[in-house]
């Protein structure tokens, strides 16, 4: 089977090859295309007689050219709303931004399900990205609107004791894989939540989610 080879494809075959090269004879002539046409001529000849003596494995890896590797990605990371996915984890630990993030989750929502506890977790989380925030999981907890506590837990004069151990085992779990990049799929991107007893106003809002005893909305 004859291929027909890029001038790139000939170069490489060449290099591959060694020092393959061509006697060429210049032309007396007074006309200098023909001389030049000649010597070309002389060396595609060469070319060729060096690219017919590569072996066909060779010829067919030129042919077909570099292959180009693979993009390397990294898949989201897995999450699991359950107790043994949790317990599968490594023990929790985190500075002040995870302290913040496992109190929040304790006080906030331990009373709810695995979904219910990670969708507090989520708003948290996407209140520190969104506009009009503070910029930190502190910050977004501890602040205050309107001269209210944006929790209730931070302003109810009760100490921050996490006294139910497994409870506080669950939220700690809860932060760390949060904060290390698990999905955010529960809530829609929702900034706002309130336990479906009361209502308060969150202005121009959307609600996106419904969660255990919690509702959930996202800014307009």
């Given at each position: 089977m004859r291929l027909q080879l890029s001038?790139?494809?000939?170069?490489?075959?060449?290099m591959i090859s060694g020092a393959a090269h061509a006697d060429v004879t210049v032309s007396q002539s007074n006309t200098p295309a023909q001389e030049m046409g000649a010597e070309f001529a002389a060396l595609l000849g060469a070319e060729h007689d060096t690219v017919n003596a590569l072996p066909q494995a060779e010829l067919m890896a030129l042919a077909k050219g570099p292959e180009a590797k693979a993009a390397k990605t990294e898949a989201a990371p897995a999450i699991d709303y359950t107790d043994a996915w949790l317990a599968s984890l490594p023990a929790p630990q985190g500075d002040a931004e995870y302290d913040c993030l496992r109190e929040a989750i304790y006080f906030e929502s331990r009373g709810e399900d695995l979904p219910g506890q990670f969708a507090v977790a989520e708003v948290i989380?996407?209140?520190v990205e969104a506009a009009g925030f503070p910029k930190t999981v502190c910050g977004v907890v501890n602040s205050k609107g309107k001269g209210d506590c944006a929790f209730s837990y931070v302003c109810d004069a009760a100490p921050e004791v996490m006294r139910d151990p497994m409870a506080a085992d669950r939220a700690s779990r809860i932060a760390r894989a949060m904060l290390d990049g698990a999905p955010r799929n529960l809530t829609q991107g929702a900034t706002f939540f309130h336990a479906t007893y009361v209502?308060?106003?969150f202005g121009d809002v959307t609600r996106t989610a419904a969660i255990g005893a919690h509702l959930f909305y996202r800014a307009n």
């Open positions: 001038e790139t494809m000939v170069a490489m075959a060449l989380l996407n209140r209502s308060p106003n």
